[in-house]
């Protein structure tokens, strides 16, 4: 589908001179104005939730979506309009009308920057809180930087590189949801650690209970790692190999086992002898 948009989408680039001498550029104009129809589309379906699956709000979220679909093709286009800063400028990214301050490109973040926005869980009466502080260039996260999301009941953080938005590179996670506490270091692409990496679960008070390093698929140890087990003033009590996937991993090996091993042969040599 990207491909055939992508088609329909071409066009040459051009940058031209308005009548005061400012360059402008065609493609960038019309970012300019899909970006408009987003944010009137978004503030209807954010409003009208309740009439999901009717012929108009379909229409409407069909729109949305296509509109999108257009405007990260046109986020790529290269434009030779010099960087400006701009101020808590209204900016939409993945559907979510936001605020950006920082270095600006015509008519999306180009340079370091932060952006800030709320957005509704859809079904769910709660805001989350995003917060991207990293470098932009195509409209997009790319480059170092980092990016937190908190609502009341959950939250992330995300330091490290991205691509086109994507943690993508070496970088640092944090995880924390219901009884899900937990951080994780090593090489990421399209959001997840795939490679050698540490994944350490943490209690209430973000003390490290248990760290696992090893090689990881998508955040889950794969196949066996080194592990680490501390009590909750962080003296180690435990350290082995352990089995994945997590976060209840299986102990192949560690000094409690051997320890429990040896009192069940004493126990029997006790008993025989």
């Not at 999108?68 to 010099?82: G, K």
């Not at 490109?105 to 502080?133: L, Q, R």
Request: glycine share 10%.
């Amino acid at each position: 589908m990207k491909k055939i948009i992508s088609l329909l989408l071409a066009m040459t680039m051009a940058v031209s001179l308005t009548a005061c001498g400012e360059p402008t550029c065609k493609d960038c104009e019309k970012v300019a104005e899909i970006q408009i129809e987003l944010k009137e589309l978004n503030e209807y379906i954010m409003a009208n939730r309740a009439y999901e699956g009717s012929q108009e709000f379909d229409e409407k979220e069909s729109r949305y979506y296509d509109l999108h679909a257009q405007l990260e093709l046109l986020m790529e286009h290269e434009c030779t309009i010099p960087v400006t800063e701009v101020e808590n400028k209204e900016y939409i990214m993945g559907g979510i009308i936001g605020k950006y301050t920082g270095e600006w490109k015509s008519s999306a973040p180009y340079g370091h920057g932060v952006y800030t926005a709320e957005s509704n869980i859809t079904n769910e009466d709660m805001k989350v809180k995003y917060v991207y502080d990293c470098e932009w260039s195509g409209g997009f996260p790319n480059g170092y930087g980092s990016v937190s999301a908190t609502c009341s009941n959950w939250e992330y953080y995300y330091e490290g590189n991205f691509v086109d938005s994507e943690y993508s590179g070496d970088g640092y996670y944090y995880y924390r949801s219901g009884g899900t506490h937990y951080d994780i270091t090593g090489p990421f692409s399209d959001g997840f650690v795939y490679g050698n990496g540490t994944r350490r679960e943490l209690d209430s008070n973000c003390n490290v209970i248990f760290e696992v390093k090893g090689t990881f698929k998508g955040n889950n140890l794969s196949g066996r790692g080194e592990f680490n087990e501390y009590d909750s003033k962080g003296n180690l009590i435990d350290y082995g190999i352990v089995e994945g996937p997590g976060p209840k991993y299986t102990k192949i090996q560690s000094v409690q086992l051997d320890k429990a091993k040896q009192q069940a042969n004493d126990a029997i040599w006790d008993i025989f002898f």
